[in-house]
């Protein structure tokens, strides 16, 4: 499960960063529910929201210690988030494109054809494009 190579992204790779970003929120969540005095679960909800750049706005830290801490959450690990939605997003896309060709090959489809409408149509073999 762990282990995989999909054009020098590795499954470790992605793994190894969620588990970064995991302990980033679990720290910053124990650090802001103390500062603040909210719960864990508020500490854990406020650093999720705020890593995603949801930012609802229902919970602000009030106290100079949140506020630092919050400057410096953001400035330092949103970059680690957007690397995360970046290593999952071409982890995807790899795994779409092998069940994508593994269907053509059940299928008996020999190439794709860009020149279709819908692009990257399956050719039978007699049309135009099948030739290029």
């Known amino acids: ?3 995989g190579n999909y054009g020098g992204l590795t499954r470790l790779g992605v793994v190894f960063v969620l588990l970064f ?3 980033v929120i679990f720290v910053f969540a124990a650090f802001i529910s103390t500062a603040e005095g ?17 930012g609802f706005g229902d919970y602000t830290p009030k106290t100079s210690a ?12 949103i970059g680690s988030f957007l690397a995360l939605i970046e290593q999952v997003g071409d982890l ?5 494109a092998q069940c ?5 090959r059940m299928c008996g489809c020999k190439k794709r054809c860009p020149k ?3 692009s990257g149509s399956c050719c039978s073999g007699d049309d135009a494009c099948c030739a290029d």
């Open 1 to 3: 499960l762990v282990h």
């Open 21 to 23: 970003n995991l302990v």
């Open 38 to 54: 909210w719960s864990y679960i508020e500490g854990a909800y406020f650093a999720v929201v705020t890593l995603t750049t949801i």
């Open 66 to 77: 949140g506020r630092v801490a919050t400057l410096f959450f953001i400035v330092f690990f």
């Open 92 to 96: 995807y896309e790899r795994l779409f």
């Open 100 to 104: 994508v060709q593994g269907c053509d």
């Open 116 to 118: 279709k409408k819908g």
